[in-house]
């Protein structure tokens, strides 16, 4: 069992994380116990796929501008305005060797109990393989986690041999039973040696699964709620023809943080209720309890919904287990 120390206050991190069932896949902006979905997008891509009409040659002209500006340097500009790689074109010499731009990605990662070590592994990435061996640091940085107290610190020197284009890295994170929230650290990227950094910083997420935390957007009591059918959010009917079970009525999936069956319990050890805007309660029955692909800290929950609610508009939705309940969390459901 790892010793405890006082933390000091947690300042508001956020990340993104893409749920695939089915065949929807979602894109949200995590908060601390919270959920939001985010419409933006990265741009990828290079200047030759900008426009099949123009060449390195081409030349156009801006409004009213006198001067004509040369289409491949319009594109490299755009190119470095929307994405986070460097696009920029240079003259190379003949023989000249231009080296490969490094690059680490992000890493979400669940905490555990006392007594476990949870991996988080990084990936760095070269934009091409190169015919030498290329090496960098990479060294760790705390953030709101804090050194070999949440994860273990370091240092290390990584090496890509000459053809490949990866390596990777671990940090172990140590579990504990303190609900804390959610916390990060960084791998950050330096002395590289026959290549040049592109991205040098790589945030891990650690969650904090020690508290049962129903889902929710950023900021708001709304929970993230997909209708298990059709992947749509609330509103959601009670009822729904398009659900081939016998009663027709509409299940919902919650995805929730904490939630730690027994091994010998089943979905039944869960219990979920909806409260309408009359105070009245409702039993939901809870179908299923599993863990999101790919995710072990995220646990989705599968409610049916209560025929016997007949008022259209927000129902708080909690659930119950091991005596322990959830932030209440808001679902709106209509009629038919």
């Not at 010793?3 to 908060?31: E, H, P, V």
């Not at 919270?34 to 990265?42: C, G, I, N, R, V």
């Not at 070269?126 to 953030?143: E, F, H, K, N, Y």
């Not at 709304?222 to 016998?246: E, G, H, K, Y």
Request: hydrophobic share 40%; net charge negative; glycine share 6%.
């Amino acid at each position: 069992m790892f010793a405890r120390f006082r933390k000091a206050k947690k300042s508001d991190y956020s990340f993104r994380l893409s749920i695939t069932l089915g065949f929807l896949s979602t894109l949200y902006l995590f908060t601390p116990c919270a959920f939001a979905q985010s419409l933006s997008t990265e741009f990828a891509g290079n200047s030759r796929n900008i426009s099949p009409q123009l060449t390195a040659n081409s030349s156009l002209r801006i409004n009213n501008d006198s001067r004509d500006v040369p289409v491949v340097n319009v594109a490299t500009q755009l190119l470095r305005k929307n994405s986070r790689r460097d696009f920029s074109t240079k003259s190379i010499a003949p023989g000249v060797v231009v080296d490969p731009t490094l690059s680490i990605n992000d890493v979400t990662v669940n905490e555990g109990d006392d007594g476990i070590l949870n991996s988080a592994t990084f990936t760095i990435r070269l934009s091409a393989a190169s015919q030498q061996t290329v090496s960098v640091l990479a060294s760790t940085q705390p953030g709101t986690g804090i050194s070999d107290i949440d994860f273990g610190a370091g240092a290390l020197t990584l090496t890509i041999d000459p053809g490949k284009t990866s390596q990777t890295i671990t940090v172990f994170v140590r579990g504990d039973s303190a609900i804390e929230g959610t916390e990060q650290f960084f791998v950050n990227l330096s002395n590289p040696v026959n290549a040049t950094i592109a991205d040098g910083q790589g945030v891990g997420t650690i969650v904090d699964d020690d508290a049962l935390i129903l889902l929710t957007q950023a900021n708001v009591q709304r929970s993230i709620a997909l209708d298990s059918v059709l992947f749509t959010r609330d509103s959601v009917p009670i009822r729904n023809d398009f659900n081939f079970s016998s009663d027709h009525r509409t299940r919902v999936i919650l995805f929730a943080i904490g939630l730690k069956l027994l091994p010998t319990e089943s979905a039944s050890a869960v219990t979920a209720t909806a409260e309408d805007s009359d105070g009245t309660v409702r039993t939901l029955e809870v179908e299923f309890v599993g863990k999101v692909p790919t995710y072990d800290w995220l646990t989705q929950v599968v409610v049916k919904l209560n025929d016997q609610i007949t008022i259209t508009g927000d129902v708080k939705i909690k659930i119950t287990l091991h005596e322990t309940s959830s932030n209440t969390v808001l679902v709106a459901v209509k009629p038919q």
